[in-house]
C-alpha cells in the first residue's frame, strides 16, 4: 500500500484506518488460536490427570502443552 501511495501521489496517510483495522484483526485471530490451543492442552491434562483417556487426539497434540514429555506420556495407561 504504502509504494502504491508513492507510484500515485496520493496523501501518505490515506488507508491508513483499513491498514490499522486489518492489523488489530490479524491480532485478535493469532491471539483466539493462541487461547484455543492451552485450552486444548489443557484438558488433555485434565484428562490424563483423571484418566478419562484422550483417544480422538493425535500423538503430536498430546505432546504439546501437557507439560509432560514422550516418557511420562507413555507411562499413562491407555483406556480401552
Known amino acids: 500500500m504504502v509504494g502504491a501511495r508513492r ?6 496517510f490515506l ?13 485478535a485471530m493469532l491471539d483466539a488460536g493462541g487461547e484455543l490451543a492451552r485450552v486444548h492442552g489443557r484438558l488433555s491434562t485434565i484428562s490424563l490427570e483423571t484418566c478419562g483417556g484422550n483417544d480422538a487426539c493425535p500423538p503430536a497434540a498430546l505432546l504439546e502443552g501437557t507439560g509432560l514429555d514422550a ?3 507413555a507411562a499413562v495407561p491407555e483406556v480401552a
Open 7 to 12: 507510484e500515485t501521489g496520493v496523501a501518505p
Open 15 to 27: 488507508g491508513q484506518d483499513a491498514l490499522m483495522r486489518l492489523l488489530k484483526s490479524q491480532q
Open 71 to 73: 516418557a511420562e506420556l
